[in-house]
């Protein structure tokens, strides 16, 4: 079963926009990640957030999370052509002691230059 | 540079062969996943691992099984390849969710084409 729910599920801007991704998710989290994919690859890490957390930032990424809706949001600011991907959040859900990633469908960003 | 290596980015394989497709990482993780991937529908856990000899049904286990006999290798098997699982297999692996972040690092993908 699936987790996390991206929205929307694909976003068009233009290059120097913020994008706006959000994610919810069903059951109580250790943490909530979010990855990025460019076409045909692999999954590459962006950014990790605790469940005691409620902001984080990195570069041009700032992750919000809010355990009381069951909801994440990430935001890209000032984008560039070269966030052009598809962007995934995954929720890694209380399983004991150990980790186990939930992937949502994933949201296709397209920046237009 | 922290890896992990997919034996196959591309596999083309016929009805009712055994598939195996192999994942090895190079950072002592003790999990291990593979996942597979499809249009619409994101990544779909098929089986994990949390360490050597142990293995847990994902959500789409069906037609699979998996090998762990060393810590850093971890396979996906599938018995007789069929064409429903045509498809981007992808591999992870991270650290124990115990006092760990519990970052994934994934391989590039195996499009599996099975015809």
């Known amino acids: 079963s699936q987790q996390g729910e991206e929205d929307p599920q694909a976003l068009s801007i233009q290059e120097g926009e913020n994008a706006t991704m959000n994610c919810s998710y069903k059951t109580s989290i250790n943490n909530l990640q979010w990855y990025r994919q460019n076409s045909g690859r692999g999954l590459v890490h962006l950014i990790l957030i605790r469940s005691n957390e409620r902001e984080k930032h990195s570069g041009r990424l700032r992750v919000t999370l809010d355990t009381s809706k069951k909801s994440s949001s990430l935001l890209i600011t000032a984008s560039r052509a070269a966030d052009t991907a598809s962007y995934f959040c995954?929720?890694?859900?209380?399983?004991?002691?150990?980790?186990?990633?939930?992937f949502g469908k994933g949201i296709t960003l397209s920046v237009r230059p | 540079d922290v890896k992990v290596t997919q034996s196959s980015r591309y596999l083309v394989k016929r009805t009712g062969e055994k598939v195996f497709l192999e994942c090895v990482q190079d950072m002592d993780h003790e999990n291990m996943f593979w996942y597979r991937q499809d249009p619409g529908l994101g990544l779909r856990l098929i089986y994990f691992?949390?360490?050597?000899?142990?293995?847990e049904k994902g959500d789409i286990p069906e037609g699979y099984s998996v090998s762990r006999e060393k810590k850093e290798r971890f396979s996906l098997i599938l018995e007789s390849a069929s064409t429903n699982q045509t498809s981007m297999y992808l591999c992870a692996s991270n650290l124990p969710g115990t006092g760990a972040d519990t970052e994934a690092f994934f391989g590039q993908g195996t499009r599996l084409t099975v015809v």
């Open positions: 995954a929720t890694d859900a209380h399983t004991g002691a150990n980790s186990k990633l939930t």
């Open positions: 691992s949390y360490d050597v000899k142990m293995k």
